[in-house]
């Protein structure tokens, strides 16, 4: 039904993918937007739609000539009279004649020897039913839609240089501005039009496809021979983000970007965009919009010609499927025209080639699957034919990683990390663009997995990605879905507790300070465990006297190391009991195990050795062991504290020997203990330890108690999950259940103190150095050496300063006279920062104080506990 007022014939072209046309709220909003769109520009509109999704995967398998393609033909029929019913549209009527073409095409002459032309109609039908659904619906809701075969507007070039495939089934379409084209188009009376994406039309009349991902092609296609006043591409990702977010939950949104970074993104890998689409939007200056069907209300990614230029990687893509053929032959380069040998025989077969590595001896090209037909037949004639003039050996399959921004030369220095990671595998080919945007590594598909996030990691801790700059980066893919569960406010930064910590201050720094209340939040909500018997505090994490007293308050143990850490305990809680303190040395002297035994505290021992040579120490005693799993775990390597390369645990390989030593001298082993690491994220570690210990415990018959040590972890980034400990709770009692004969005992450290301690310091110097400027505290390493030791993340403020809304990045550093002796890089702080404010290290409540030291013949931190200053903030 034509529309009553004039429509202006400025276009605004609507993409919807697979997912976005296979449901009926989703038809809804293509309904509503489309109207909107139209009536707040006063635009006309014409909506580009894909088959609904898998549909095309199907439809290639056929084409490919499946053995059951009637089968297949069968089912796609009827998902799509199922996906009437739900639209409550009359399949028959709506869809007859197309059911009947699709079924045609099997019976077709043309089906037998499976010709390209064949193929492309069989193909095709995804988008013709998908779009022929769509009016129907869209009309039967009132709105004023005409449906528009793509092919009767489309015109596929015809490039003599391509292979018959791809001149079939990678087309590319003319988009010169032409108006009788676009007065054509404007002709047809309905203001709203909607249209196939995927299709054009081949020269010989036929059907000619854009390739794998074409709809938005399609799209881009009409909004430049349009002139349209945009092209929206809705998907099922509310835009293109910095990695591939269902692989890279941590990647962020690119809420702006240009054409040719965005095409390098493409191109490179992320299927959100068909990498043909941002060209033509380009020349004819068209902008481009990525937005998610299913959150119409967020805002996306905008691609255009005006976004600022922010130098730096955008994003890290990834292509598998890729094939190297790399060319061997000596002395190649003194041979003229060898490279155009080389290349004549690819351009016989068909095939364009991607990136290309070359030295006095080899070439290795890559060939990109989405672009080229590289199956058997047609690598196997490319081999033959190259073997004629050099050794061919064919690589795949390969996976391209690419990292894409602006000025990648300028950044190599950024990119240790990045090179140290590839350096463990096998990079086949580095390639470094010549318009200066990407630098892709060609490395082994299997080596590829679980990569990317680390990448991405280490992109943004480099600062090689630039994600502070809020002009391109928006949240990350987990945040949008509301994932992130955000640890709760510091208790330090609550009014009171912060005037507390500045008066503090003003006594020396550096000093840790310590809020009791954080502390006694944490042990009650260990203490609600309830599959946990009993609960020791790892003492090596802070051995303040006032904290020991209140975890002992709160009902637990004490689990020492040293002598001196026993000793700390007998002062400060003379009258415990003895079965409350555990001894859990390693490598310690004779003398320190007689100590402990001999005051009836409870000894873990991790190897046979000390057994067989110290038989007195241990003769008719009861001990725990300490077993090594065989693998460790935790925040850094150097907390790993299980396998082959760990000093720590007695390897299972030892334990019948260990048995039978301890029987030889009468000793009884009653607990059995494992603690593969620190600051583990999974809850699911500890379920595993428990379940393998006890299995051993029931093999070994005499235990009582099964120790899963500690390593709970705490979020000290801003990104970091807290710990789920209802998860752990509850796993933890699924293994009590199935090993009710046990006591189980943990051992945490970190997670009782680390968030009670607050590290405060005064700025000494601020300093400018060849455009990085740094902030000095007179706290160091020697103060708090774990960012030294293990790279950890203290977040760093500003107390003097913390309401300051006007930051800048500055590299947080001590006074030691050591390159490591660095706090934070690029940390915000106020860009007023200046000598003798105080300067706040959070979490810094285990192994702070304890691991300080008089390095440089510097002080120790002085240590203050407090209470009563966060309120309900403790309980976190
Ligand atoms: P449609 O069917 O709507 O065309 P596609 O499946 O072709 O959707 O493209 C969307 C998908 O692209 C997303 O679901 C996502 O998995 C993938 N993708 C890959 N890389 C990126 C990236 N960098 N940003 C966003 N999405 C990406
Ligand atoms: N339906 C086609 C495909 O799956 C085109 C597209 O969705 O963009 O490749
Ligand atoms: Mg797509």
């Known amino acids: 039904m034509p529309s009553a007022t004039p429509a202006s014939d400025r276009w605004i072209v609507l993409k919807f993918g697979g997912t976005s046309v296979s449901r009926r709220h989703r038809w809804n909003t293509i309904g509503t937007l489309a109207k909107k769109r139209a009536d707040e520009n006063e635009a ?10 898998g549909v095309t995967n199907e439809l290639t398998a056929i084409a490919d000539g499946a053995a059951d393609s009637a089968e297949r033909v069968a089912t796609l029929e009827q998902r799509h009279r199922e996906f009437l019913a739900e639209l409550e549209l009359d399949a028959d009527a709506v869809l007859g004649d197309r059911l009947a073409a699709l079924r045609n095409l099997l019976t077709d002459p043309r089906a037998a020897s499976r010709t390209l032309d064949w193929q492309a109609e069989v193909l095709g039908q995804g988008e013709l039913l998908s779009s022929t659904i769509g009016v129907a619906y869209l009309r039967a809701q009132g709105l004023d839609f005409g449906w528009v075969d793509a092919r009767h507007w ?18 590319s379409c003319n988009t010169a501005p032409d108006q009788d084209w676009r007065r054509a188009f404007a002709g047809q009376a309905n203001r709203m039009l909607l249209t196939q994406g995927f299709i054009s039309r ?6 000619a496809i854009l390739g794998r991902g074409g709809s938005d092609t399609s799209a881009a296609y009409f909004g430049a021979l349009l002139g349209a006043q945009r092209v929206e591409i809705w998907t099922d990702v509310p835009g293109m983000f910095s990695a591939n977010p269902r692989e890279v939950p941590d990647a962020r949104l690119l809420t702006r970007l240009d054409y040719y970074e965005a095409q390098e993104i493409a191109t490179t890998g992320a299927k959100v965009l068909h990498p043909r689409s941002i060209k033509p939007c380009r020349d004819a200056g068209v902008a481009m919009a990525i937005l998610d069907t299913e959150r119409p209300e967020l805002p996306g990614t905008t691609i255009d010609g005006t976004a600022l230029t922010v130098p730096g990687v955008k994003a890290v893509s990834r292509r598998n499927g890729i094939v190297l053929v790399s060319m061997e032959g000596i002395g190649m380069w003194q041979q003229v025209g060898f490279l155009a040998d080389v290349f004549a025989r690819f351009k016989k077969h068909g095939l364009s080639v991607d990136l290309i590595g070359s030295s006095e001896t080899n070439v290795t090209v890559s060939l990109d699957p989405s672009e080229n037909l590289v199956n058997t037949d047609v690598l196997a004639a490319l081999s033959a034919d190259l073997a004629e003039i050099c050794r061919v050996k064919v690589i795949a399959p390969c996976t391209a990683i690419t990292l894409v921004g602006r000025g990648m030369r300028s950044l190599l220095h950024k990119l240790s990390d990045v090179w140290a990671m590839f350096g463990r595998e096998r990079v086949h080919l580095i390639s470094q663009s010549s318009n200066d945007l990407n630098l892709t590594f060609v490395i082994d598909e299997a080596d590829a997995d679980g990569m990317l996030p680390l990448l991405h990691e280490a992109l943004i801790e480099s600062g090689a990605m630039p994600a502070d700059e809020a002009s391109v980066f928006g949240p990350s893919w987990r945040e949008i879905n509301g994932a992130v569960r955000h640890r709760g406010v510091r208790w330090w930064s609550a009014p009171s507790a912060r005037d507390r910590l500045l008066s503090l201050a003003q006594g020396e720094t550096p000093r840790y300070v310590y809020d009791l209340d954080v502390v006694r939040a944490r042990a009650r909500a260990l203490a609600a465990i309830t599959a946990v018997d009993r609960r020791f505090f790892a003492i090596k994490a802070n051995s303040h006297p006032t904290i020991l007293r209140a975890l002992v308050e709160e009902g637990f143990g004490l689990e020492c190391v040293s002598r001196g ?23 310690a002297p004779r003398a320190e195990y007689a100590f402990a035994l001999e005051r009836g505290i409870n000894v873990t021992l991790d190897n046979v050795e000390a057994l067989q040579q110290w038989p007195e120490v241990f003769r008719g005693r009861r001990l725990w062991l300490r077993v090594d799993l065989g693998r460790g775990d935790g925040h850094h390597d150097k907390v790993k504290t299980g396998g082959k390369s760990s000093k720590f645990g007695l390897p299972l390989a030892k334990l019948d020997e260990f048995l039978a030593a301890a029987r030889a001298i009468d000793v009884r082993i009653t607990g059995l203990h494992a603690h593969l690491g620190s600051g583990v994220e999974s809850a699911q570690h500890w379920n595993q330890i428990a379940d393998e210990l006890g299995g051993l415990a029931d093999q070994i018959g005499t235990i009582e108690t099964i120790d899963i040590g500690g390593g709970l972890p705490i979020p000290y980034a801003e990104g970091d999950e807290p710990f789920d400990l209802a998860a752990w709770g509850e796993g933890l009692a699924a293994i009590k259940a199935a090993y009710p004969a046990y006591q189980l005992v943990i051992e945490p450290g970190r997670y009782l103190v680390a968030e009670s301690g607050v590290l405060l310091a005064h700025v000494t110097q601020v300093v400018e150095k060849l455009g990085i400027r740094r902030v000095g505290s007179d706290a160091g390493m020697h103060t708090l050496i774990r960012p030294a030791l293990y790279d950890a993340w203290h977040d760093v403020a500003n107390l003097s300063r913390l309401d300051d809304t006007e930051q800048e990045p500055f590299d947080v550093v001590g006074p030691i006279c050591e390159s490591s002796d660095i706090f934070g890089k690029r940390r915000k702080l106020a860009s007023a920062t200046a000598e003798g404010d105080v300067l706040l290290f959070s979490d810094a409540g285990a192994y702070g104080f304890v691991m300080a030291s008089h390095y440089n013949l510097r002080g120790l931190p002085a240590e203050d506990v407090i209470e009563g200053v966060s309120g309900d903030v403790a309980a976190g």
């Not at 006309?44 to 999704?53: E, F």
């Not at 700390?568 to 409350?580: Q, T």
């Open 565 to 587: 850490e026993l000793e700390r305990v007998f002062e400060i809680a003379p009258s415990l009991p003895m079965e409350r303190v555990l001894f859990t040395p390693s490598f």
């Open 44 to 53: 006309r509109i014409l909506v580009v739609v894909s088959a609904l999704s």
């Open 202 to 207: 081949h020269a010989d009349g036929g059907t």
């Open 154 to 171: 489309l015109q596929a070039n015809f490039l003599p240089n391509q292979s018959p495939w791809a001149q079939r089934l990678s087309v």
